[in-house]
């Protein structure tokens, strides 16, 4: 039974920072691709960043250069750290697993397997 778990998220004024993590209960963090995603109400579910079994990581250009995506195999955990926030960055935000893809990640939700409840995260201007 794959259980995923987000926490992490808060209200933070723009330009400010938040660090998201997701423990895995029944799945091993660090074997496949994993991503986090964001939601906005009314929108589609959007690809933020994908790390692979190798912890190669891709991000949106939206958030190119100030999120990092990151794993620790040790801990069974996931992490987001989330620099330099803006507005927009506020949605719900997910992690996810991908199984059956180990090295050439993707950012479709669709493509995931396993997912967390989500975590709210809301900047202020």
């Known amino acids: 039974q794959v259980h995923l778990v987000e926490s992490g998220g808060g209200s933070v004024q723009a330009g400010g920072s938040l660090r998201l993590s997701c423990t895995g209960s029944?799945?091993?963090?660090?074997?496949?691709?994993m991503g986090w995603f964001r939601q906005r109400p009314g929108k589609e579910r959007e690809g933020v960043a994908q790390?692979?079994?190798?912890?190669?990581?891709t991000y949106a250009d939206s958030v190119e250069g100030r999120f990092t995506i990151s794993q620790d195999n040790a801990k069974n955990t996931l992490y987001l750290q989330m620099d330099s926030l803006k507005p927009e960055d506020t949605a719900m935000y997910y992690c996810?697993?991908?199984?059956?893809?180990?090295?050439?990640?993707?950012?479709?939700?669709?493509?995931?397997?396993?997912w967390g409840q989500g975590t709210q995260v809301t900047v202020s201007s």
């Open positions: 029944g799945y091993t963090i660090g074997v496949s691709c």
């Open positions: 790390i692979n079994s190798r912890s190669s990581a």
């Open positions: 996810a697993a991908d199984p059956d893809k180990l090295y050439t990640c993707v950012s479709a939700a669709r493509s995931y397997n396993y």
